[in-house]
């Protein structure tokens, strides 16, 4: 009986290390894509296109974001959700330890630029919903200028999409802002919560899901 009793527990720790896995990984494949880029303030918001073939109820629109949040509540960013930032990925694998990190010259020192917080709220934002909205942005397949302290919003039923530029005005494509709402799925609304991923480094952005209506958080980090 013994073999069978140790072949059950490790099933059993093979499925909750699987669990763990999805957890900490994006559901499909990230777009290639670049950081948002500063611009001048000389142009005219508009709202995102809505993509031919996009589901009834789907809607976009420029707002501003209205909830502060305190910069307490974020997490680093793990390295794999963050884009354009590879060579920093490479030092995080080679330097081992808090000890390591701090001996390094500060000229060196590695440093998370992008965190995230998730945030319990009830209703929670369906998962199958803001999946739709990440589809139909990554459809959308076009540069959007924003200009300081405002944000684009893609709604659809229970979820409520949004980029957000927070310091300045910014040039993103929608293939980044899709690889953020798609990381904010993955870490907090597949968890049953609202998610946001905040950029900390020039230009500063954040991005994410809130129940369908809800205002939008944003983060005291303009430098």
Do not use: H
């Amino acid at each position: 009986m013994k073999p069978i009793y140790l072949l059950a527990a490790l099933v059993g720790l093979t499925t909750a290390l699987g669990t763990l896995d999805v957890r900490q990984t994006p559901s499909r494949p990230r777009r290639p894509a670049s950081r948002p880029a500063q611009t001048s303030d000389n142009f005219r918001m508009q709202a995102p296109r809505v993509p031919s073939g996009a589901p009834a109820g789907f809607t976009t629109k420029v707002v501003e974001p209205t909830r502060e949040r305190p910069r307490a509540g974020l997490t680093r960013l793990p390295d794999e959700f963050i884009d354009g930032r590879s060579f920093r990925v490479r030092r995080d694998r080679y330097v081992a330890g808090r000890a390591a990190l701090a001996a390094l010259d500060k000229r060196q020192e590695v440093k998370a630029l992008d965190f995230y917080e998730c945030e319990s709220v009830n209703p929670a934002p369906a998962s199958r919903d803001c999946n739709v909205i990440i589809d139909q942005v990554y459809a959308t397949a076009q540069d959007l200028l924003l200009a300081r302290n405002s944000c684009v919003v893609f709604d659809y039923q229970t979820c409520r999409g949004f980029f957000c530029s927070l310091c300045g005005s910014i040039r993103a494509s929608t293939d980044f802002i899709g690889n953020q709402l798609l990381t904010a799925d993955t870490l907090c609304v597949s968890q049953g919560r609202a998610g946001t991923v905040v950029g900390t480094d020039q230009p500063q952005w954040d991005a994410g899901f809130v129940r369908a209506g809800a205002s939008l958080p944003t983060y005291s980090v303009c430098t």
